[in-house]
């Protein structure tokens, strides 16, 4: 039987493929999205839950197969690590007995996936996407809807709503998610953005207040992810949400959660709106997570009378709560319950956190910060050093982590990390800031 890997491909089979091959067809075919860390993954489950296969050239040019701690979890992804026995089975029970049917007939796994979802989320009304910034260009459409039929202060409309987003957030690269940040993408010639948008700094209160006094009675909402992932692993002054949500409240405007990150388990509650004990918020986005990374899964999820303001044909996914989808989104929130998932992040993240810190501590010239909450944690460095070389650093000592914003390095291992997983991520970032 003829494997995938015995195909030939730009001249020779796959197997035989070398790392400089990958790297030519990625440097040369491929947008320049991203700026990989060498090597190439080996497909296939390390010796671990938290491991991967990676093929790197040796110092004399050769190449090997190592194993490496992956402490990202594509981007807290995966929070049963790769290659999870329940997931994999299920998968595997359910392939081959369809591939997807349109959204304009049921099936028998959608309706249990929808209740399910409440049960977990503790939200009224669902929209079943793929991405996550497909899940955010949702909410701005209902937040729009809601503001001009419901928002302003005296609760009857408003032609032209505003919604507020944080400084430095991050909810994806769709045109609506894209104008939601503030990176300098107009200079990379794809503005106009989408009007009706404006930022305030994160963890401001007095800045909040400030712009909803300037527009006076027009803002709609404000998004904002509970803990920033994307520009560092910047957690909020406690007490912060809180009052942001007061301040909505008090003013008839919504307050929107970007949890894809911080949902499922990872903080060390199902959410974080409950981990900061919130009140359940108007809308929240999640994905990531809602699959264990088997599937591109997302949704918005909120209160029934802003989500019952989608009416047919104003929105809509091919592939949005497809039966695969459902069923995977299914398993692995009864994965979640069974293995009591989110207090496993909590004891785990204390511990992870401790001797990232310990570790800190050792290099007060290299580190300016470790910070984060659960299994989210960042270790900053002083701007001199760079990032990409502390990610490269890291993978040469065994562990898979990335920088963020040049000079912050996620660590977000799977949760099912054991101690001496997580005693490997602190040793190798030991060894590589000596280094850096």
Request: with cysteine; charged share 25%.
């Given at each position: 039987?003829?494997?995938?890997?015995?195909?030939?491909?730009?001249?020779?089979?796959?197997?035989?493929?070398?790392?400089?091959?990958?790297?030519?067809?990625?440097?040369?075919?491929?947008?320049?999205?991203?700026?990989?860390?060498?090597?190439?993954?080996?497909?296939?489950?390390?010796?671990?839950?938290?491991?991967?296969?990676?093929?790197?050239?040796?110092?004399?040019?050769?190449?090997?197969?190592?194993?490496?701690?992956?402490?990202?979890?594509c981007y807290s992804a995966v929070p049963f690590g790769h290659n999870d026995k329940v997931m994999v089975e299920g998968v595997q029970e359910f392939i081959g007995r369809m591939a997807t049917i349109p959204r304009s007939i049921s099936h028998?796994?959608?309706?249990?996936?929808?209740?399910?979802?409440?049960?977990?989320?503790?939200?009224?009304?669902?929209?079943?996407?793929?991405?996550?910034?497909?899940?955010?260009?949702?909410?701005?459409?209902?937040?729009?809807?809601?503001?001009?039929?419901?928002?302003?202060?005296?609760?009857?409309?408003?032609?032209?709503?505003?919604?507020?987003?944080?400084?430095?957030?991050?909810?994806g690269r769709g045109f609506g998610s894209t104008t939601l940040m503030t990176s300098d993408l107009e200079g990379c010639d794809i503005g106009p953005l989408l009007p009706g948008i404006d930022h305030i700094p994160f963890n401001d209160i007095p800045a909040l207040e400030a712009k909803i006094k300037e527009y006076d009675g027009r803002v709609a909402a404000f998004i904002l992810e509970p803990i920033q992932a994307e520009a560092g692993i910047f957690v909020p002054d406690d007490g912060?949400?809180?009052?942001?949500?007061?301040?909505?409240?008090?003013?008839?405007?919504?307050?929107?959660?970007?949890?894809?990150?911080?949902?499922?388990?990872?903080?060390?509650?199902?959410?974080?709106?409950?981990?900061?004990?919130?009140?359940?918020?108007?809308?929240?986005?999640?994905?990531?997570?809602?699959?264990?990374?088997?599937?591109?899964?997302?949704?918005?999820?909120?209160?029934?009378?802003?989500?019952?303001?989608?009416?047919?044909?104003?929105?809509?996914?091919?592939?949005?709560?497809?039966?695969?989808?459902?069923?995977?989104?299914m398993l692995t929130i009864a994965e979640l319950k069974r293995r009591n998932m989110t207090q496993l992040a909590a004891e785990s993240g204390k511990y992870l956190r401790g001797i990232l810190a310990d570790v800190a501590a050792k290099h007060p010239e290299k580190v300016k910060e470790v910070r984060g909450e659960g299994m989210l944690v960042g270790v900053e460095v002083f701007p001199k050093f760079e990032g990409h070389e502390l990610s490269m650093g890291m993978l040469r000592n065994g562990v898979y982590a990335k920088e963020t914003h040049k000079t912050n390095l996620r660590i977000a291992p799977p949760i099912v990390i054991d101690k001496e997983g997580m005693d490997a991520i602190a040793s190798a970032l030991d060894k590589t800031l000596a280094d850096l």
């Amino acid at each position: 039987m003829t494997t995938l890997n015995d195909v030939r491909v730009g001249g020779k089979p796959i197997r035989e493929w070398t790392i400089k091959d990958h790297n030519k067809a990625l440097n040369d075919l491929g947008a320049h999205i991203y700026e990989p860390l060498d090597g190439v993954l080996v497909l296939g489950a390390g010796s671990k839950p938290w491991t991967l296969k990676v093929r790197m050239e040796t110092g004399s040019g050769e190449e090997k197969e190592t194993e490496v701690v992956d402490a990202l979890a594509c981007y807290s992804a995966v929070p049963f690590g790769h290659n999870d026995k329940v997931m994999v089975e299920g998968v595997q029970e359910f392939i081959g007995r369809m591939a997807t049917i349109p959204r304009s007939i049921s099936h028998e796994y959608l309706g249990p996936w929808l209740v399910a979802l409440q049960e977990y989320t503790e939200m009224d009304m669902f929209l079943p996407k793929n991405s996550g910034t497909e899940a955010n260009e949702a909410a701005i459409k209902v937040i729009r809807k809601w503001a001009r039929k419901h928002g302003g202060k005296d609760g009857k409309g408003i032609c032209d709503p505003i919604i507020l987003a944080a400084k430095n957030c991050f909810h994806g690269r769709g045109f609506g998610s894209t104008t939601l940040m503030t990176s300098d993408l107009e200079g990379c010639d794809i503005g106009p953005l989408l009007p009706g948008i404006d930022h305030i700094p994160f963890n401001d209160i007095p800045a909040l207040e400030a712009k909803i006094k300037e527009y006076d009675g027009r803002v709609a909402a404000f998004i904002l992810e509970p803990i920033q992932a994307e520009a560092g692993i910047f957690v909020p002054d406690d007490g912060y949400l809180k009052r942001v949500q007061e301040i909505l409240k008090a003013n008839n405007a919504l307050m929107v959660l970007d949890e894809i990150q911080t949902g499922y388990g990872r903080l060390g509650a199902n959410f974080a709106w409950q981990f900061y004990g919130l009140d359940t918020p108007d809308l929240i986005t999640i994905g990531k997570a809602m699959s264990a990374g088997f599937l591109p899964i997302s949704c918005l999820c909120g209160k029934k009378e802003i989500m019952e303001l989608f009416t047919p044909h104003t929105e809509g996914s091919t592939f949005g709560g497809f039966p695969l989808a459902a069923y995977v989104g299914m398993l692995t929130i009864a994965e979640l319950k069974r293995r009591n998932m989110t207090q496993l992040a909590a004891e785990s993240g204390k511990y992870l956190r401790g001797i990232l810190a310990d570790v800190a501590a050792k290099h007060p010239e290299k580190v300016k910060e470790v910070r984060g909450e659960g299994m989210l944690v960042g270790v900053e460095v002083f701007p001199k050093f760079e990032g990409h070389e502390l990610s490269m650093g890291m993978l040469r000592n065994g562990v898979y982590a990335k920088e963020t914003h040049k000079t912050n390095l996620r660590i977000a291992p799977p949760i099912v990390i054991d101690k001496e997983g997580m005693d490997a991520i602190a040793s190798a970032l030991d060894k590589t800031l000596a280094d850096l």
